[in-house]
DNA sequence: CGCAAACTTGATGGCCGTCAAGCAAAGTGG
DNA sequence: CCACTTTGCTTGACGGCCATCAAGTTTGCG
């Protein structure tokens, strides 16, 4: 059932990726109201303080969550790739504490907090799946306090690009040693705390020296392991299963 | 009831403090099998990849989340003052992906993962707010993540300080406007991404603009409105409720 | 084809890291 | 009670990483 390409039995393969989901849930999953949407590049799909009664499913492109400071700068907390669940705290929250928009154009599916909360109401492993998602990302946050912290911008940068590559390759969409990388050096700028000119002069840095390279919209890891070694990635905080 | 000082007691205020409490929830509560620890200062009581099958509430005295690098740098991820819960994810995973250790001698109590999940399973109510701690964390790293991304040294300093003052008033821990700071300046170091010694000039810095003043294991805010705006501290991700 | 957005590259400077030394405070043992 | 050690704080000198400013160049799109 959950073979299909359809949007029902991407979220309900997510939510049953760590525990295999009842059969009565993922009925379930297939009869949630969802309204799918197509969204153009660098649009805003929810706002930091403003009202929210739907969660979100990236079916297609790729998204971000920021948060804006006074003087206008931007800092992306976090990327989204299709299969995630961006904001699911939206559960328990009358309004996000954060922006999100589009990075590409998107395909999102829009499902009612209401319909959300009677599944995890009806089914533990649902309610359980949720907890999974709130805590990879909150997992996530840590990865990159401690990148934005404590590693240079090379370390930075490699350190984000192997996230990236791993959270592409569970849902199926690298290729090879390459993905698509829809960033623009700016997004890469506001992600890891620098300017876009200084990301451009360290993809420069990571590409003279054979380790990875970004070429017309997709970067392609020419090392693994050195880029594994520059960053001193550790993907546990992922919680990939495979 | 909830109104002696007992550990049971304020941990019913804290998961209370949102929603109220089922009289019957606050009783499973006070019945709960509490161990009850004095821990010496700049001890672990959690390591990363270790088992873990309680969860600690901080009774009091500080504590800090961690990580460190293979360099053998640490990066803080957040501070815990009494009150506070700081590994409630854990019941939703068999080891936690950071370190937990004390700042100052500090009095903890370890509750059995077992038991807190009952409690949860049993009381909606007590489940809500776990859910709540979880986002307030979330919220927490996201703010540091802006605060390491796109804040200079001054700011970011101002902004823990402002984060700081306002958890310990909302647990009756201020003293008009000043709190206890046992924190050491490689501890703000380590929390900031920065070094000691640039800590200690920043620190210089604000003391001779009579913004704030750290002087014996006391910070005093001298000038409020002036650490908000150096931070641009907007302090609704604490979710405060007073 | 023309405009806008993104990328690229150079020059310059500042914030903050590194190294080093001295000082202060607190605990320790004789 | 006082050397002695340890830990943390303070300050100076110097340098490097990265921001800023300022062109160009390329890419993409209508």
Redesign the interface.
Known sequence: MASSKSPFCLLARRLGSAAPLPVAAERAILGLPLIIRTIEASRDILYEGGPSDHCCVILDGWTC?Y?L???G?R?I?LFHVPGDLPDL?GL??PSP??GMATVTRSIVAFVPHSDLRTLSDRYPTIA?AF??E??V???T??A???S????DARQKLAHLICELYLRLEAVGLTDGRSMPMPLRQTDFA????LTSVHVNRTLRSLRSQGIVDLYGRRSTILDWEALRAVA?FNP??LHLTD
Do not use: E, M, N, S
């Open positions: 969550c948060q400071l006074t003087d700068r800092q907390l705290q328990h929250l504490d954060f359980q907890w999974r709130a805590i990302t909150a997992a946050h840590r990159w306090i401690v934005l912290g404590r590693r506001d992600a890891l705390g001193d546990k905080y």
